[in-house]
């Protein structure tokens, strides 16, 4: 598939509670955006659909607290969920944040993918963890952005993505990882092409389970 494949995404709806999700029924295959608040994810979302304000960038860290959707021409949703991990939120909100995150994350039946921002300056942190363990029972992928690795030396950079390779093959090939800088718009073609086969993967196995249902429906 193209790279314009993530442009001319709109935004749809957003978010604040489980209950309010679009049906499964009338959603296509939904890619999801997450990461700590202050790793660059509305800034990766905004680069890769080449847009400069399709997903806010707050100066503020956390004050994004929906699951926003963004429909592409071709029916899929990149869904831009919210950022996690800022101190400085009430505890009561970031609970509220938590339930809604995992609740999606472990239970979206159009849910076919994660991308997870990480700051290549800190990966992996204790609540990065936290997400990937409640996304892998799904089975379905993860992608991992080191973001603003143009913070970084070129040797810092690779010394960073072997790390990361290293302590994410335990994972087997569920987690997938590479450098990222929206700044520099550097490996956009790279996640373009990851996501793509996601997306390129559903729409070839969907129309196997379209029939089987077909076949296992009365009379």
């Known amino acids: 598939m193209p790279s314009s494949l993530f442009h001319h995404a709109v935004f749809e709806t957003s978010v604040a509670k489980p209950i309010n999700l679009p049906p499964p029924s009338a959603a296509g295959p939904?890619?999801?955006?997450?990461?700590?608040?202050?790793?660059?994810?509305?800034?990766a979302l905004n680069t890769l659909a080449g847009q400069t304000r399709l997903a806010f960038v707050s100066k503020t860290p956390g004050r994004t607290q929906l699951i926003n959707f963004f429909r592409?021409?071709?029916?899929?949703?990149?869904?831009?969920?919210?950022?996690?991990?800022?101190?400085?939120?009430p505890k009561e909100v970031r609970k509220?944040?938590?339930?809604?995150?995992?609740?999606?994350?472990?239970?979206?039946?159009?849910?076919?993918?994660?991308?997870?921002?990480?700051?290549a300056r800190?990966?992996?942190?204790?609540?990065?963890?936290?997400?990937?363990?409640?996304?892998?029972?799904?089975?379905?992928p993860i992608h991992i952005l080191l973001t603003k690795s143009d913070k970084l030396s070129r040797q810092e950079a690779s010394q960073t993505l072997n790390k990361v390779r290293e302590s994410?093959?335990?994972?087997?090939?569920?987690?997938?990882?590479?450098?990222?800088?929206?700044?520099?718009?550097m490996g956009v073609e790279e996640a373009e092409i990851v996501i793509s086969a996601w997306l390129t993967e559903c729409l070839v196995n969907k129309p196997t389970e379209v029939a089987d249902e077909k076949r296992m429906a009365p009379g």
């Not at 939904?30 to 800034?43: C, D, L, M, T």
């Not at 949703?77 to 800022?86: A, I």
């Open 30 to 43: 939904e890619i999801a955006f997450a990461g700590r608040s202050n790793a660059g994810k509305s800034s």
């Open 96 to 119: 509220q944040w938590q339930g809604l995150l995992e609740h999606y994350l472990k239970r979206r039946e159009n849910l076919i993918g994660l991308v997870l921002i990480m700051d």
């Open 122 to 140: 800190h990966p992996l942190t204790d609540l990065d963890i936290q997400m990937i363990e409640w996304f892998l029972p799904t089975g379905n």
């Open 168 to 185: 994410i093959a335990v994972y087997g090939g569920q987690i997938t990882v590479q450098l990222f800088s929206s700044p520099k718009k």
């Open 72 to 89: 592409l021409p071709h029916g899929a949703c990149l869904v831009d969920l919210p950022g996690y991990g800022y101190a400085a939120v």
